[in-house]
T-cell receptor, first 116, second 112 residues
Framework: AQSVTQLDSQVPVFEEAPVELRCNYS??????LFWYVQYPNQGLQLLLK??????LVKGINGFEAEFNKSQTSFHLRKPSVHISDTAEYFC??????????????FGTGTKLQVIP | NAGVTQTPKFQVLKTGQSMTLQCAQD?????MYWYRQDPGMGLRLIYY???????DKGEVPNGYNVSRLNKREFSLRLESAAPSQTSVYFC???????????FGPGTRLTVT
């Protein structure tokens, strides 16, 4: 069964410091991997996605993630965070199942708190 | 282009009352989903619809029913609300494999 694990429920970091949010996945089939961000009282929106090709993926707002097949990881990074990055971040994996449906499995989320 | 819209934004119900959460998308997507979000549990899939006219259960379908009225609309019904259904509900749609999900703004439901 496919699962997505986010290892940290909360990550406090000082403004302008670097941050890494960790995500590990397990699957016996190919997956497509995503990071979403959720600002308070809003829905989720896409930060970046990995489908194939280059293992380093760049997204919006200066975030990037690296797909590591041997370690089954897809960690999210930003070299210098801003107050406005305070939000909850979700890692997700997607694969096709029968009937044309795309099964999406979300991690439990990591709350990033940027400290001034 | 509004994306995914949901109504209502907030709702308070008493135990045993019923209600329907509405969702619509204007992106011509085949797949639509209903999730609930609870603290520390991420998003859990309630029901999904791979295409117009089809619906299937997700991880936590008990106490809910859905209708895929047409390609645009996918509603979620609580027949007899329970306090355990207090949650934030999100509707999402997807344009196909390896496309991202587009989420609505959510409905915050409290059942007393």
């Amino acid at each position: 069964a496919q699962s997505v694990t986010q290892l940290d429920s909360q990550v406090p970091v000082f403004e302008e410091a670097p941050v890494e949010l960790r995500c590990n996945y397990s699957s016996s089939v190919s997956v497509y991997l995503f990071w979403y961000v959720q600002y308070p009282n809003q829905g989720l929106q896409l930060l970046l996605k990995y489908l194939s090709g280059s293992t380093l993926v760049k997204g919006i707002n200066g975030f990037e993630a690296e797909f590591n097949k041997s370690q089954t990881s897809f960690h999210l990074r930003k070299p210098s965070v801003h107050i406005s990055d305070t939000a909850e971040y979700f890692c997700a994996g997607e694969r096709a199942v029968s009937g044309g449906y795309q099964k999406v499995t979300f991690g439990t989320g990591t709350k990033l708190q940027v400290i001034p | 282009n509004a994306g995914v819209t949901q109504t209502p934004k907030f709702q308070v119900l008493k135990t045993g009352q019923s209600m329907t959460l509405q969702c619509a998308q204007d992106m011509n997507h085949n797949s639509m989903y209903w999730y609930r979000q609870d603290p520390g549990m991420g998003l859990r899939l309630i029901y999904y619809s791979a295409s117009e006219g089809t619906t299937d259960k997700g991880e936590v379908p008990n106490g809910y029913n859905v209708s895929r009225l047409n390609k645009r609309e996918f509603s979620l019904r609580l027949e007899s609300a329970a306090p355990s259904q207090t949650s934030v509900y999100f509707c999402a749609s997807n344009g196909g494999l390896n496309y991202e999900q587009y989420f609505g703004p959510g409905t915050r439901l409290t059942v007393t």
